[in-house]
């Protein structure tokens, strides 16, 4: 959710990321990115790594991602300017159990392994937050899942998403 914006802009904070997205773009274009697999896509079982890798080494989502780094001071601004979320929309708000997916395999790299673990419990927070926001909301851990929960754990996502259904339906 949107708090978590300044949370990731101060943990990258250091890292050459907005220089070396400079970079990737040209690497991107030439097809270096895909030659240096950085984020070590291709070590992915399956065909996924390979299809991954040939969505992002391409020129556009490192273009976004430079896109994302020049603007993130805008970002934050249009962030903290923006409504809160109205207090009677139903939520269900889940944080994944395991830091699993939430950065590509490579890009890990950029964190010590003290600021990523520190980032967890920051991430919970606001979406417990977020969460609390609304009358209607709640928050869950979800047991065995990745940052991508609906790709890892679909059932639960799935089951929220009926439950929710039959609330608005039944009017509880």
């Known amino acids: 959710d949107s708090a978590m914006v300044p949370i990731l802009d101060d943990a990258f904070r250091g890292a050459p990321v907005r220089t070396a997205c400079m970079l990737a773009v040209s690497a991107g274009v030439v097809g270096l990115?895909?030659?240096?697999?950085?984020?070590?896509?291709r070590s992915q079982e399956g065909d996924e790594g390979a299809r991954s890798a040939a969505l992002m080494y391409g020129s556009l989502p490192w273009a976004a991602m430079c896109a994302i780094a020049r603007g993130?001071?805008?970002t934050k601004a249009e962030f903290a300017r923006a409504a809160p979320v109205r207090a009677d929309v139903p939520?269900?708000?889940m944080s994944a159990d395991s830091t699993a997916g939430l950065?590509?395999?490579?890009a890990t790299a950029l964190l010590s392994p003290a600021s990523l673990a520190a980032l967890i419990p920051r991430l919970r927070e606001t979406h417990k937050s977020l969460a609390k926001q609304s009358t209607r909301g709640s928050w869950m851990l979800v047991?065995?899942?990745?940052?991508?929960i609906a790709g890892s754990r679909p059932e639960i996502v799935a089951t929220a998403v009926n439950e929710m259904l039959a609330s608005l339906?039944?009017?509880?």
Do not use: Q, Y
Not at 33 to 41: E, G, I, Q, S, T
Not at 103 to 106: D, T
């Open 33 to 41: 990115a895909r030659a240096f697999d950085p984020f070590h896509l």
């Open 143 to 148: 047991k065995d899942s990745e940052h991508s």
């Open 169 to 172: 339906r039944t009017g509880r």
């Open 103 to 106: 950065l590509p395999p490579g």
């Open 72 to 74: 993130m001071e805008t």
């Open 91 to 93: 939520l269900v708000v």
